[in-house]
C-alpha cells in the first residue's frame, strides 16, 4: 500500500513538470489598464496626415492694400490672420468661403461643394423646312408657322461645368517633419445666368434664339512650402458684382493653412 502511494505522487510530480509555462500578457495589458489613458494616448506607427484648411475672406480693397502694403502682412501669415479675424469680428470682413481636407502624406484627395450645370455645345437643324411648299409665290400664314417651327435647332452635344467650391491638394510632409510641400488648386464658380446668342425673327415676327449659360469662376493652382500650423497667404482674387462682372472694389484674401495629424490610439470606455 505504500509503495502504490509512493508511486503515485511521483506520478503526480512528473505531470506538473510538463505543463507549459504561462504565455506571457499582450503588450497592451502590460503598460497597464484600460483606463489609464496616459498609457494608451500614444502616436501609431501610422502613416502621417495633413488637414488643409482654405479660407476666403472678403475685405474692401483698401483694406486688402493696407494690409498687404502699408502693415506688410503678406509675408505674416499668422499676424495676417489675426487682423483679419479683428475685421471679421467687428464686421468689416466677412468669411466668404471655408474648405477643409484631410490628406495622407504623399496623396491626392479633393473635395467638392457643387451643382452640376449641363448645357447644348452644337446643334443641327431639325430639318430643310417646306421643301417645294418654300418656293412658292403665295404661302399661307399656317405654312409659314409650320417652317418656322421646323427650321429650329436641336442640340446634339452636351458638357457639364460644376458650379460651386472644388479643393483638390497633394501635401508631401518633408523630412523635417514640421515643413509640409503642398499644392493645391481651389475653384469656386458662380452661374451668373444665360446670354442669348443667334436671335432672329421669323416671317411671322416670332424671336428664336439660342440661350448659353454665363460662368464665374476664381481660382488658383500653385504649389507652396507650409509651416506646420502656420496659416499663409495663397493668393488675393477679384469677386463678382451683382451683374456678374468682376467687382474691382472687394478682394478675397485666401489663407491656406495646413496641419499634420498623427493617428493616436485612445482607450476604450
Known amino acids: 500500500m505504500k509503495l502504490t502511494l509512493f508511486s503515485c505522487l511521483i506520478l503526480s510530480g512528473l505531470l506538473r ?69 479683428k475685421a471679421i469680428d467687428a464686421q468689416k470682413a466677412s468669411l466668404h468661403e471655408t474648405m477643409m481636407v484631410v490628406a495622407r502624406s504623399g496623396q491626392k484627395a479633393t473635395t467638392e461643394s457643387i451643382r452640376e450645370v449641363i448645357y447644348p455645345t452644337e446643334y443641327e437643324p431639325s430639318c430643310a423646312g417646306l421643301g417645294d411648299a418654300a418656293n412658292k409665290e403665295s404661302v399661307t400664314p399656317q405654312e409659314k408657322a409650320f417652317k418656322a417651327a421646323m427650321q429650329s435647332v436641336t442640340p446634339t452635344a452636351f458638357e457639364t461645368r460644376n458650379t460651386g467650391g472644388t479643393l ?27 446670354r442669348k446668342w443667334n436671335v432672329r425673327k421669323d416671317e411671322l415676327g416670332n424671336e428664336s434664339w439660342i440661350e ?54 485612445k482607450p476604450s470606455r
Open 17 to 85: 513538470a510538463e505543463e507549459p509555462a504561462p504565455r506571457p500578457a499582450p503588450e497592451a495589458f502590460d503598460k497597464g489598464s484600460p483606463g489609464q489613458a496616459q498609457d494608451w494616448d500614444e502616436p501609431l506607427n501610422a502613416p502621417r496626415q495633413v488637414q488643409v484648411t482654405l479660407e476666403f475672406i472678403e475685405v474692401p480693397s483698401a483694406e486688402a492694400t493696407r494690409l498687404l502694403y502699408k502693415e506688410k502682412l503678406g509675408k505674416d501669415g499668422s499676424k495676417l490672420r489675426e487682423e483679419l479675424q
Open 168 to 194: 483638390e491638394i497633394e501635401p508631401v510632409i518633408d523630412a523635417d517633419p514640421a515643413i509640409i510641400d503642398l499644392r493645391l488648386a481651389p475653384e469656386i464658380v458662380f452661374d451668373t445666368g444665360v
Open 212 to 265: 448659353m449659360p454665363l460662368f464665374y469662376s476664381i481660382r488658383s493652382n500653385t504649389s507652396l512650402t507650409l509651416a506646420d500650423g502656420m496659416p499663409q497667404l495663397l493668393s488675393v482674387l477679384t469677386p463678382k458684382a451683382a451683374d456678374g462682372t468682376p467687382d474691382p472694389t472687394r478682394k478675397l484674401l485666401a489663407i491656406v493653412t495646413a496641419d499634420i495629424v498623427v493617428v493616436k490610439l
